[in-house]
T-cell receptor, first 116, second 117 residues
Framework: NAGVTQTPKFRVLKTGQSMTLLCAQD?????MYWYRQDPGMGLRLIHY???????AKGEVPDGYNVSRLKKQNFLLGLESAAPSQTSVYFC???????????????FGPGTRLTVT | AQSVTQPDIHITVSEGASLELRCNYS??????LFWYVQSPGQGLQLLLK??????LVQGIKGFEAEFKRSQSSFNLRKPSVHWSDAAEYFC???????????????FGQGTILTVHP
């Protein structure tokens, strides 16, 4: 199992450009998440999905869109990148709905995005 | 609302010394608590978790954590630190107090651990 993979690993964008980050998981997980990590702020949830075809907003959704057309993939889009979106983006997934497994998330390696 | 505080932004220890990383949480019911480790340039790896039962939980890489409800704490410990433990450590809380929470985890700000030889 590859677990959770993210593409690309690094990207540099100019202000106003668009891009899509791909997250893929091979664990048949229902739930998937996109976080951003900024120094001193931990991880903040951008959007999440509770199953194929569903998406919902997290804590910091502005400037981002997501899609979950296939269960194994969760895409994060930036339509018009801004320097404030310079960050490291992590995707995560989880399977269970009971007990501690309801909250045990598996993380991808991250995508480092710089917007100039 | 749930929240997590890691009071120490950066900790430096010598190799072989003991380690304790602090985590305080705020949550309205019994929480599920996690410690994750992030090595430079890597994703987050789960070290250990508390769900219920024994308040002292063992994790991977020789780490343990103790849940203290009265202090709202879940501190991470290791008796003897190795140079390879240098990383950033995140405490997180989850739970469904008040209804559906979509498996939401709230993370602390992280503690960077430096290990001196």
């Amino acid at each position: 199992n590859a677990g959770v993979t993210q593409t690309p690993k690094f990207r540099v964008l100019k202000t106003g450009q668009s891009m899509t980050l791909l997250c893929a998981q091979d664990m048949n997980h229902e739930y998937m998440y996109w976080y951003r990590q900024d120094p001193g702020m931990g991880l903040r949830l951008i959007h999440y999905s509770v199953g194929e075809g569903t998406t919902a907003k997290g804590e910091v959704p502005d400037g981002y869109n997501v899609s979950r057309l296939k269960k194994q993939n969760f895409l994060l889009g930036l339509e018009s990148a801004a320097p404030s979106q310079t960050s490291v983006y992590f995707c995560a997934s989880k399977s269970g709905t009971s007990g501690s497994f309801a909250y045990e998330q598996y993380f991808g390696p991250g995508t480092r995005l710089t917007v100039t | 609302a749930q929240s997590v505080t890691q009071p120490d932004i950066h900790i430096t220890v010598s190799e072989g010394a003991s380690l304790e990383l602090r985590c305080n949480y705020s949550y309205g019911a019994t929480p599920y608590l996690f410690w994750y480790v992030q090595s430079p340039g890597q994703g987050l790896q789960l070290l250990l978790k508390y769900f219920s039962g024994d308040t002292l939980v063992q994790g991977i890489k020789g780490f343990e954590a103790e849940f203290k409800r009265s202090q709202s704490s879940f501190n991470l410990r290791k008796p003897s630190v190795h140079w390879s433990d240098a990383a950033e450590y995140f405490c997180a809380v989850g739970g469904n107090a008040g209804g559906t929470s979509y498996g939401k985890l709230t993370f602390g700000q992280g503690t960077i651990l430096t290990v001196h030889p």
